[in-house]
């Protein structure tokens, strides 16, 4: 059946068990559109949680406390857990891991922007746990009633830790806010310089957005940017008002007749500049990531050829089971 006849026979069904609020699983006919789309965004969103590693790992070894350390290796843990549910998930809709890879290394598909960002001083390692994990909970929560089954059921898992995290950042921020008054500075410093990439991370505004509709409408995404990125900002306020830190926008205020804190405008350029490869740390990050890939290859490789062997033995010893 040419793909054309394909979506004629299948294309009704598909329609009707997204319109129902059914998952689709892999082995049911998609259009080939929503197969590209959700490849590109889960590759996005696996590049996201492995390159996240970077920025955290850089504090590791110089946490503060043998308690910080152990919470914030279990942390830096479960990303390249996620990185790996998300891989696999991006598997089942028939891509290669290796070729996502490939084009992550070669600049070809991207990761988020935030983390082209530098953490300079411990206070960073709260500020991302509260906000920037803080801002993946508020866009990932609704990506568990994804349309796309295995991508919806590894976000349930993500997010359970991801709450964990955005829980260890909170608490590692109150606890700087109430210490010394240099402590106290650290924190705010440090939200001073992460809260607007934060907001940066819903993607651009609802009428810049390219694949935002279509998205809607095959319901993989559940509501818009703009959407998101208020509901964030409603959370951190008070969030912030308990943690005695100031939020740097001067424009922040609440709008009674909405039921919502207004915001004031976010800087696009620099959003467009990191992007494009501008930003403080993209160059390191790529350059990092790159080396790590070549200097894990002999894991890979011994792996493959355990599997091999393994798979060989099992082949031999059940050749014999069937000869007796
Ligand atoms: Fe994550
Ligand atoms: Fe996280």
Redesign the pocket.
């Known amino acids: 059946m040419d793909a054309e006849a394909a979506a004629r026979a299948y294309g009704p069904a598909f329609d009707a068990a997204v319109a129902a609020d059914e998952r689709i699983e892999p082995r049911d006919w998609m259009p080939d559109a929503y197969r590209a789309t959700l490849v590109r965004q889960i590759a996005q969103h696996a590049h996201s949680e492995i390159i996240?590693m970077q920025p955290e790992a850089n504090w590791i070894t110089r946490a503060p406390s043998l308690r910080r350390k152990a919470i914030l290796m279990a942390?830096v843990q479960?990303?390249a857990g996620?990185g790996l549910y998300l891989y696999s998930a991006a598997e089942t809709l028939g891509a290669s891991r290796d070729d996502l890879l490939d084009k992550l290394h070669s600049g070809r598909q991207r990761y988020s922007s935030i983390f082209n960002y530098p953490t300079l001083t411990w206070a960073d390692v709260g500020a991302i746990g509260w906000l920037v994990?803080g801002a993946?909970i508020t866009n990932q929560v609704p990506l568990c009633r994804c349309s796309y089954g295995p991508y919806a059921r590894a976000m349930v898992r993500v997010c359970k830790?991801?709450s964990f995290?955005q829980r260890q950042g909170y608490e590692l921020l109150l606890e700087l806010s109430r210490g010394t008054e240099a402590q106290h500075a650290m924190a705010q410093d440090a939200v001073d310089r992460w809260w607007w990439p934060s907001l940066m991370m819903f993607g651009p505004p609802d009428d810049e957005s390219a694949h935002s509709a279509q998205s809607m409408e095959w319901k993989i995404k559940r509501h818009s940017n703009d959407e998101l990125r208020q509901r964030f900002v409603d959370i951190c306020v008070p969030q912030a008002e308990a943690l005695g830190l100031t939020l740097p926008d001067p424009d922040l205020k609440w709008n009674e007749e909405q039921g919502r804190w207004d915001f004031g405008a976010i800087d696009w350029d620099e959003f467009k500049a990191v992007l494009k490869g501008d930003g403080p740390c993209n160059e390191q990050r790529l350059t990092q990531r790159r080396t790590a890939h070549e200097e894990g290859a002999w894991v890979r490789e011994a792996a493959a050829a355990h599997a091999a062997r393994k798979q060989a033995r099992t082949a031999t010893e059940r050749e014999g089971a069937m000869a007796r």
């Open positions: 996240g942390k479960d990303e996620h994990d993946a830790e991801e995290h």
